[in-house]
């Protein structure tokens, strides 16, 4: 079946701009989370929803990055005037609370260029 | 605060020889997870270990946990070339919550 899917996969922006990424889940997924991967580094916790209910977002930086879920499957995590040191792989996964003992499943990955 | 430490964070090792992954979390955790990464590409579930002593098993690697001693190791067996990827060990507090990840092991296997 089809696995969890992001877009773009990659992105290159100029300083200042805002971006938004999404994340597609495995269908009927009630759980997603966002991380964020620097270079050579596992993967740092951003946020995550179960259902359309944002449940932690203490992993976001700072007010610049948010995170919406409104229907309870697609989600977007959108940054605000972009910096250079928000430049790194965005990776968004999902799990079925219960079933596969709540395994996250990682998407491909958005890689985040800002100039 | 949960972290987790692996080690080595580097292994290069010839075919056919065995090798330990250590993976340390400091506060209690519900469970632990193993993924593997290859190069350009995403994270691959390998094993969920859910209780104190679950060992688990899939072809050359076996995953273990004690989560008196909060460390959990991954035992490679006679390794092969394929084996060669990063592995990262993850710990989350409590279940359906975030993973915290350790730094990686970069695994080399040479022929």
């Known amino acids: 079946g089809a696995g969890v899917s992001q877009s773009p996969r990659y992105k290159v922006t100029k300083r200042g701009q805002d971006v938004a990424l999404r994340c597609d889940p495995i269908?009927?997924?009630?759980?997603l989370y966002w991380y964020r991967q620097a270079l050579g580094q596992g993967p740092e916790f951003l946020t995550y929803?179960?259902?359309?209910?944002?449940?932690?977002k203490s992993g976001l930086p700072n007010d610049r990055f948010s995170a919406e879920r409104p229907e309870g499957s697609i989600s977007t995590l959108t940054i605000q005037r972009t910096e250079q040191r928000d430049s790194a792989m965005y990776r968004c996964?999902?799990?079925?609370?219960?079933?596969?003992?709540?395994?996250?499943?990682f998407g491909p990955g958005t890689r985040l260029t800002v100039l | 605060e949960l972290k987790v430490e692996q080690n080595p964070l580097f292994l290069s090792m010839q075919e056919g020889k065995n090798y330990t992954i250590y993976c340390n979390y400091s506060?209690?955790?519900?469970?632990l997870y193993w993924y593997r990464q290859d190069p350009g590409k995403s994270l691959e579930s390998l094993f969920v270990?859910?209780?104190?002593?679950a060992v688990k098993q899939e072809g050359r690697l076996m995953a273990s946990l004690d989560t008196k001693a909060r460390l959990s190791t991954l035992h490679i067996t006679a390794a092969v070339h394929d084996l060669s990827a990063t592995y990262f060990c993850?710990?989350?507090?409590?279940?359906?919550?975030?993973?915290?990840f350790g730094e990686g092991t970069q695994l080399t296997v040479n022929p």
């Open positions: 996964a999902s799990s079925f609370p219960g079933r596969g003992a709540d395994t996250q499943y």
């Open positions: 269908s009927g997924h009630v759980s």
């Open positions: 929803f179960n259902y359309e209910a944002q449940q932690d």
């Open positions: 506060t209690t955790s519900d469970r």
């Open positions: 270990l859910l209780s104190n002593g």
């Open positions: 993850a710990a989350e507090e409590t279940s359906g919550s975030r993973l915290t």
